[in-house]
T-cell receptor, first 116, second 114 residues
Framework: GAGVSQSPSNKVTEKGKDVELRCDPI?????LYWYRQSLGQGLEFLIY????????KSGLPSDRFSAERTGGSVSTLTIQRTQQEDSAVYLC??????????????FGPGTRLLVL | AQSVTQLGSHVSVSEGALVLLRCNYS??????LFWYVQYPNQGLQLLLK??????LVKGINGFEAEFKKSETSFHLTKPSAHMSDAAEYFC????????????FGTGTRLTIIP
């Protein structure tokens, strides 16, 4: 079946602009995660959605970052007033239930963001 | 707090040789342990994971890893390297009693020498 998809695959923006990154999880997966992969910081957790529960936003680096998940499926990560240090690959993952961390997370191909 | 250490950011082995990628973790409770592989311009793919049960775990593409609680390690091995194994490998942990998030090591880039 279809895996996790992300769009756009690449995004170039100017410093100070807002960007939206989209993630379509695997159908039926209730848990959705966003991670960031950058040269300086490696792979970092950003935010986690599980069903209708309040999201865990503990990994968001600043209040310029926000995310939502509509209808328990598609998620959008928004970065406001982008900075050059936001340049990274943003990875989305989903898992069937997000049950106590033992499940496999299935990753999308990522969105490569470059802030000029 | 959990953390993962991967010794060696770059490892090179000859085709047909043993692959050994090291992973040590720090956690207040035995975590769940994962190895993911990332090929160029692709997302991460699960190689194998340890949650409970047998401490020697076999994964895809001939890889295996052994959970050693006394050494807080989860090293990844493959008896005979193939050219197709060239990729970046990430060790990760999650807390069995907490959030579902993965905490990743810094990765090891594996190069296969023909």
């Amino acid at each position: 079946g279809a895996g996790v998809s992300q769009s756009p695959s690449n995004k170039v923006t100017e410093k100070g602009k807002d960007v939206e990154l989209r993630c379509d999880p695997i159908s039926g997966h209730t848990a959705l995660y966003w991670y960031r992969q950058s040269l300086g910081q490696g792979l970092e957790f950003l935010i986690y959605f599980q069903g209708n529960s309040a999201p865990d936003k503990s990994g968001l680096p600043s209040d310029r970052f926000s995310a939502e998940r509509t209808g328990g499926s598609v998620s959008t990560l928004t970065i406001q007033r982008t900075q050059q240090e936001d340049s990274a690959v943003y990875l989305c993952a989903s898992s069937p239930r997000g049950a106590r961390g033992e499940e496999t997370q299935y990753f999308g191909p990522g969105t490569r963001l470059l802030v000029l | 707090a959990q953390s993962v250490t991967q010794l060696g950011s770059h490892v090179s082995v000859s085709e047909g040789a043993l692959v050994l990628l090291r992973c040590n973790y720090s956690s207040s409770v035995p975590p769940y342990l994962f190895w993911y592989v990332q090929y160029p311009n692709q997302g991460l793919q699960l190689l194998l994971k340890y949650t409970t049960g047998a401490t020697l775990v076999k994964g895809i593409n001939g890889f295996e890893a052994e959970f050693k609680k006394s050494e807080t390690s989860f090293h990844l091995t493959k008896p005979s390297a193939h050219m197709s194994d060239a990729a970046e490998y990430f060790c990760a942990v999650s807390d069995p009693f907490g959030n579902e998030k993965l905490t990743f090591g810094t990765g090891t880039r594996l190069t296969i020498i023909p």
